[in-house]
């Protein structure tokens, strides 16, 4: 259901794709090292105690996530330390609107990508969504406004970033395409705002989430623009 009252055709869909009606944000929130979806889980998934922001289901995926995760792990805790009061508070206020809008972002990037046609296209490219911070406005759906997104080449990002989530992409699918349930392939999406603070989701695909390329900057704008929640 739409928290928001409102329906689209993409949001149907990502129900429809979800067994036994199960909720798609649980469904698109996931251990960042086997990728299991949190509705799969008898507990909540636990944060790591250092950057408060990957996810795991249990301390044996943190312990081998930690050699990919360490290095991003402690940027993140620099970056925070050396955050003002304000700034740390617009960096946790982006961390929850990208978790509200997670199930969205995932199939706008699946399209953005252009996967049905080309999954290996993941390996090399990432979605990046541009924000503006909404003055006034504290609730985690609305409170950044999309400005812009793009796809952009990994080759052509920062090389500190690139070569951490060239680390990422590695340690996911090894531990994804073994699992039995169909990933074949892991993206990324950057989230960034005019004001410096960014962050970065990744998740696994399988083939069943592949479809044809539409207006989906479009379809990514409305929802995050409107505060649509799937």
């Known amino acids: 259901m739409m928290k928001s009252g409102k329906t689209s055709g993409s949001g149907a869909k990502l129900r429809d794709r979800n067994a ?36 795991y289901c249990s301390r044996e995926c943190q312990k081998k996530a930690w050699p990919s995760h360490k290095s991003m792990c402690k940027q993140i805790q620099q970056r925070d ?16 609107f990208k978790g509200k809008h997670r199930p969205m972002i995932f199939e706008c990037t699946v399209q953005a990508l252009d996967l049905y046609n080309d999954p290996t ?3 090399r490219y990432i979605l990046i969504i541009d924000l503006e911070r909404r003055p006034h406005s504290n609730q985690p759906a609305i409170a ?45 999406t950057m989230l960034r705002v005019n004001t410096g603070a960014a962050t970065i989701a990744g998740a696994g695909f399988t083939k069943d989430v592949l479809v044809p390329s539409r207006d989906w900057k479009g379809l990514l704008r409305t929802c995050m623009n409107n505060g649509v929640v799937v």
């Open 20 to 55: 036994g009606g199960m909720s798609t944000h649980k469904r698109m929130v996931e251990c960042q090292y086997c990728r299991k979806p949190r509705a799969d889980l008898d507990g909540p998934l636990q944060c790591c105690s250092g950057c408060k922001v990957d996810v």
């Open 81 to 96: 330390a050396e955050a003002t009061t304000e700034e740390m508070d617009e960096i946790v206020l982006l961390r929850k």
């Open 121 to 123: 296209r993941s390996q």
């Open 144 to 188: 950044f406004r999309m400005v812009d997104a793009r796809v952009v080449a990994f080759e052509d990002m920062e090389s500190a970033q690139r070569n951490e989530m060239r680390i990422q992409m590695h340690q996911a699918e090894g531990a994804l395409m073994g699992s039995g349930d169909g990933t074949i392939g892991v993206m990324f």
